[in-house]
T-cell receptor
Framework: QKEVEQNSGPLSVPEGAIASLNCTYS??????FFWYRQYSGKSPELIMS????GDKEDGRFTAQLNKASQYVSLLIRDSQPSDSATYLC????????????FGKGTTLSVSS | DAGVIQSPRHEVTEMGQEVTLRCKPI?????LFWYRQTMMRGLELLIY????????DSGMPEDRFSAKMPNASFSTLKIQPSEPRDSAVYFC???????????FGSGTQLSVL
């Protein structure tokens, strides 16, 4: 069973701090990884994708991938109350990468 | 672009009744996915279609669940008979072939009493 594991949280950080969200996966064949953000009562939306080992930065967000350790992370710098949401880590299930397997998500709460 | 359209938004039914959820993917997208989300199990893949053909239905929990995609612009997920443990939010998502960014619909909140 291919799995993506996340700490459910909640993760609480003060406004302006760095939030660190972590994810591990069991399928060594996984090639692509994604972070989706889901506000309460809404559908998930893609915020970051990463395919290669190392870091990928997009604004206040940095995704990190370590395939040897089967580990993916998301850093949110200068956290804002509007970042409060559930963050879902996802990896592709097969080589075509068209069926994502999601973790259960980590709930982030940013206090002002 | 209207995005992925799901209907109904909310469905309340009694145990044993048939439930049909509907999805219209984004025009031009040829991959369609049905996911179910609960607090306990998170977001689970039920089935996905590529070019209207079911590719993997291993996530469908049991024979009470069935899904069809008769054409590129419409898919249904049917539960017959429904049970209280089927209560969840059901999401439909679509993407273009080779594009791994999923576009999700607003979901259907299903409550089976």
């Amino acid at each position: 069973q291919k799995e993506v594991e996340q700490n459910s949280g909640p993760l609480s950080v003060p406004e302006g701090a760095i939030a660190s969200l972590n994810c591990t996966y069991s399928d060594r064949g996984s090639q692509s990884f994604f972070w989706y953000r889901q506000y309460s009562g809404k559908s998930p939306e893609l915020i970051m994708s990463i395919y290669s080992n190392g870091d990928k930065e997009d604004g206040r967000f940095t995704a990190q991938l370590n395939k040897a350790s089967q580990y993916v992370s998301l850093l949110i710098r200068d956290s804002q109350p509007s970042d409060s949401a559930t963050y879902l880590c996802a990896g592709n299930q097969n080589q075509a990468g068209t069926a994502l397997i999601f973790g259960k998500g980590t709930t982030l709460s940013v206090s002002s | 672009d209207a995005g992925v359209i799901q209907s109904p938004r909310h469905e309340v039914t009694e145990m044993g009744q048939e439930v049909t959820l509907r999805c219209k993917p984004i025009s031009g997208h040829n991959s369609l996915f049905w996911y179910r989300q609960t607090m306990m199990r998170g977001l689970e893949l039920l089935i996905y279609f590529n070019n209207n053909v079911p590719i993997d239905d291993s996530g469908m929990p049991e024979d009470r669940f069935s899904a069809k995609m008769p054409n590129a612009s419409f898919s249904t997920l049917k539960i017959q008979p429904s049970e209280p443990r089927d209560s969840a939010v059901y999401f439909c998502a679509s993407t273009s072939n080779g594009n791994e960014k999923l576009f999700f619909g607003s979901g259907t909140q299903l409550s089976v009493l």
